[in-house]
T-cell receptor, first 114, second 112 residues
């Protein structure tokens, strides 16, 4: 079992650009959540996808969008990048509707905006 | 919004001693809690969870205690080892949704 895999592991972008991050959930999982973790902080919830739809969203602007594919993999897109978007982006997968079940995290994508 | 905080940002313990990491949460409606361990450059790793209908849960060398009266959560690590050095987060899951609310984290350093 490969667990949750994310790509790329590191990324450098210029302010104003757009970025796409990818996540493959753990085998058997169908729910994917995305988190942003700034340096020295705990992860902050961005949104969650289940059955290819955004089910819940945290306090993030519309520049942050996502998608879930029929194979349950997911993408996180961020438009008009700001310096403050520099962070570790984590993907977490879980089973079912994701309610109150353990979530497994990937190793994250380190995004640096310059 | 939710608020999950930790009492101590850093903790140093001698190898072999027991460690206690504390966490306060703000939403009395939260009914599921998880402790995660995060090593440098890695994603959070599940340690142990507890539901609000329990006060205590034990795993391998770890125990989680939940005090709903004062909205406090603790993680006890027995016989702490150098491999336990990491940042530990508590996560709170309200019964109104599926998102995890994480605290800032406690950095545990084990001194050989």
């Amino acid at each position: 079992d490969a667990g949750v895999t994310q790509s790329p592991t590191h990324l450098i972008k210029t302010r104003g650009q757009q970025v796409t991050l990818r996540c493959s959930p753990k085998s058997g999982h169908d729910t994917v959540s995305w988190y942003q973790q700034a340096l020295g902080q705990g992860p902050q919830f961005i949104f969650q996808y289940y059955e290819e739809e955004e089910r819940q969203r945290g306090n993030f602007p519309d520049r942050f969008s996502g998608h879930q594919f029929p194979n349950y993999s997911s993408e996180l897109n961020v438009n008009a990048l700001l310096l403050g978007d520099s962070a570790l982006y984590l993907c977490a997968s879980s089973w079912g509707d994701g309610t109150h079940t353990e979530a497994f995290f990937g190793q994250g994508t380190r995004l640096t905006v310059v | 919004g939710e608020s999950v905080g930790l009492h101590l940002p850093t903790l140093s313990v001698q190898e072999g001693d027991n460690s206690i990491i504390n966490c306060a949460y703000s939403n009395s409606a939260s009914d599921y809690f998880i402790w995660y361990k995060q090593e440098s450059g890695k994603g959070p790793q599940f340690i142990i969870d507890i539901r609000s209908n329990m006060d205590k849960r034990q795993g391998q060398r770890v125990t989680v205690l939940l005090n709903k009266t004062v909205k406090h959560l603790s993680l006890q690590i027995a016989a702490t080892q150098p491999g336990d050095s990491a940042v530990y987060f508590c996560a709170e899951i309200p019964n109104t949704g599926n998102q995890f609310y994480f605290g800032t984290g406690t950095s545990l350093t084990v001194i050989p």
